[in-house]
């Protein structure tokens, strides 16, 4: 069964206040709309993931279009948003519809919802309301509510594709919820557990809770690498997944790129999952002259199966020659592309060793790299 996951991001925001919507505003070290993502690409079952970004906000898309994330733009509502996400998605499947402002969604809740498709069209996390309800009027209680058989609505909602897709179809207006417009069809929900800390992000004050939930879980891991490349007949090398004409090569099984070898050790280093020799052994025909970004993809997925995000890569090159500043932004782009990340959490930078040692006498190239992952 493809699970698809479907984020909704296009409100503006206006009761959390502050000078961005609130899934553009940072909490815990990245955007809310990053750790929402983060959630969903962490957890094992979810095959897809697919955004809706308010129509202003279009010019943010590339990074999540490059990590595979299809993007649509949102409507004035709610309601408007899920149609047009709904209309990214395969035609059959189960889609998990999420608020990208419900950032601490707990793997749980997620699995919970999962679990409860396989027997039912539609099911979504609720939690049984616990404190008293009154209603009130100007500052005083005006009467009480019978909490029993309430339930707060969470998300995500899950769904068979078809049914929901007919749903909203038929439905008019805005909605609270996909429930709302699976009940207005007559499809009959499933209730899964909710979680106290699936919290909506809603007022100013939500942001801070946010925070001490997601800190509270935070696994950051730091990464380093290794690796050098002797100089060898050539007329370039590749650094960084760039092809720069030198007029020596790089020796190497594969094309020798240790930048990003370095890049994809530092990655496994942080996993404590072995190195690139361990899973792409010298000794292996199919690796001969494999472009190295094989590697640093592998890198990248085991980090995404193991529920962490990759938050920063810094990554320094160590020659007399060729020289690296020139090359070094696009160098940033081309590594940040393959990882899903924004190209400001790349960093390649290059020093000498001042004539000094083989690399300091142009014999080859050295490079060391550092990686930060996050689990929340
Ligand atoms: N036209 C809309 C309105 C809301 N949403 C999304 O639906 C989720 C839940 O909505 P809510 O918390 O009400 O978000 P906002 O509409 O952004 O908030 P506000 O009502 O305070 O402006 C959010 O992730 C929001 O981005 C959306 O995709 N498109
Ligand atoms: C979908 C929802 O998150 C369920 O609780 C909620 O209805 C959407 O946000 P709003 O605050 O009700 O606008």
Redesign the pocket.
């Known amino acids: 069964m493809t699970i698809c996951a479907l984020i909704?991001?296009?409100?503006?925001?206006?009761?959390?206040g502050g000078d961005l919507?609130?899934?553009w505003q940072r909490v815990a070290g990245r955007s809310v709309l990053a750790h929402t993502i983060a959630a969903f690409r962490a957890h094992p079952a979810v095959d897809t993931i697919a955004l809706?970004l308010h129509p202003d906000d279009l010019d943010k898309a590339a990074p999540f279009r490059e990590a595979g994330i299809a993007v649509a733009a949102?409507?004035?509502?709610?309601a408007?948003?899920v149609r047009a996400g709904l209309a990214l998605l395969p035609e059959r499947g189960k889609v998990l519809i999420h608020?990208?402002?419900r950032c601490c969604v707990p793997r749980q809740v997620i699995s919970e919802v999962i679990a409860a498709l396989e027997h039912h069209a539609a099911a979504a996390p609720g939690l049984p309301v616990t404190d008293a309800l009154w209603q009130g009027s100007a500052q005083r209680v005006t009467g009480t509510q019978d909490r029993e058989g309430l339930f707060a609505a969470q998300t995500p909602q899950g769904f068979d594709l078809p049914v929901i897709r007919a749903a909203h179809a038929a439905y008019d207006g805005p909605a609270a919820d996909d429930v709302a417009v699976a009940r207005a069809a007559g499809i009959v929900v499933a209730i899964t557990p909710g979680d106290a800390d699936n919290m909506?992000i809603?007022t100013p004050g939500d942001f801070a809770r946010a925070a001490r939930i997601l800190e509270g879980r935070m696994d950051i891991r730091t990464g380093n690498g290794f690796d050098v490349h002797a100089f060898g007949p050539g007329d370039h090398v590749t650094l960084c997944g760039l092809r720069i004409p030198h007029d020596q090569g790089l020796v190497g099984h594969s094309d020798a790129d240790v930048g990003m070898h370095t890049v994809t050790d530092a990655i496994y280093g942080a996993l404590a999952m072995g190195d690139i020799g361990q899973h792409f052994p010298p000794s292996d025909p199919q690796w001969k002259g494999a472009a190295s970004e094989v590697f640093l993809r592998h890198a990248a997925g085991l980090a995404a199966q193991a529920g962490f995000a990759i938050t920063h890569v810094d990554c320094t090159l160590i020659c007399e020659q060729p020289k690296i500043g020139p090359h070094a932004p696009e160098m940033r782009r081309v590594m940040a592309g393959l990882l899903g990340l924004e190209v400001e959490r790349v960093s390649v930078k290059a020093t000498t060793s001042e004539r000094l040692g083989f690399t300091g006498r142009g014999e080859g190239i050295a490079c060391m790299a550092t990686a930060t992952l996050v689990k929340s």
Do not use: H, I, L, N
């Open positions: 909704v991001a296009a409100g503006r925001g206006t009761r959390a919507p609130k899934q809706v949102g409507g004035s509502d709610r408007a948003s608020d990208a402002a909506k809603t």
